[in-house]
Antibody
Framework: EVQLVESGGGLVKPGGSLRLSCAAS????????MNWVRQAPGKGLEWVSS????????YYADSVKGRFTISRDNARKSLYLQMDSLRAEDTAVYYC??????????WGQGALVTVSS | EIVMTQSPATLSVSPGEGATLSCRAS??????LAWYQHKPGQAPRLLIY???TRATGIPARFSGSGSGTEFTLTISSLQSEDFAVYYC??????????FGQGTKVEIK
């Protein structure tokens, strides 16, 4: 069974940093492209960032470019999102997402990030 | 960037009735369109990919159709567990991958 478990969420002040982690199991992690998708309170789903299976390709939404960094450790079967210079508008549930059909097959339960003073 | 527009925003349906949800793309996405079901506090679940292919374990009452810019998700007979928010996602032209704003299917 595919499992994606996010951790590292919490409350942070504007301008602060946070690092999300996602532990993967139940599939061959090093063959999947992986993604982060977020949902702000009362809003819809928004793609944030993607990384290819070998980490060669990385993509970012314009809203986070230059502030967020995606990475992965295939040996540890883990995905990460380093979030710097956080803003109130980054407040959201962040989902770890991966798959082999369309890269967005499987989703974790999400980690809540709250940016507030 | 391809903009995805879903309609209606909210759909009120009685259990046992059918529901039709629409998703429109600002330019052609061929058949690179997926549908998700999302319930509060849960992970979104992939229902349909390639516009009309049901994902593993998805009941036959869910069906998808369309290509190009117009897509439809049909739920033939709503069960209590089907009341949720549904999103479409285009994966034809990326980045960015783009979602519709969602359709909430609520109990009438």
């Amino acid at each position: 069974e595919v499992q994606l478990v996010e951790s590292g969420g919490g409350l942070v002040k504007p301008g602060g940093s946070l690092r999300l982690s996602c532990a993967a199991s139940g599939f061959t992690f090093n063959t999947y492209n992986m993604n982060w998708v977020r949902q702000a309170p009362g809003k819809g789903l928004e793609w944030v960032s993607s990384i290819s299976s070998s980490s060669y390709y990385k993509y970012y939404a314009d809203s986070v470019k230059g502030r967020f960094t995606i990475s992965r450790d295939n040996a540890r079967k883990s995905l990460y999102l380093q979030m710097d210079s956080l803003r109130a508008e980054d407040t959201a549930v962040y989902y770890c997402v991966g798959g082999y059909l369309i890269d967005f097959d499987y989703w974790g339960q999400g980690a809540l990030v709250t940016v507030s003073s | 960037e391809i903009v995805m527009t879903q309609s209606p925003a909210t759909l009120s349906v009685s259990p046992g009735e059918g529901a039709t949800l629409s998703c429109r793309a600002s330019q052609s996405v061929s058949s690179n369109l997926a549908w998700y079901q999302h319930k509060p506090g849960q992970a979104p679940r992939l229902l349909i990919y390639a516009a009309s292919t049901r994902a593993t374990g998805i009941p036959a009452r869910f069906s998808g159709s369309g290509s190009g810019t117009e897509f439809t998700l049909t739920i033939s007979s709503l069960q209590s567990e089907d009341f949720a928010v549904y999103y479409c996602l285009q994966y034809f032209n990326w980045p960015p991958w783009t979602f519709g704003q969602g359709t909430k299917v609520e109990i009438k």
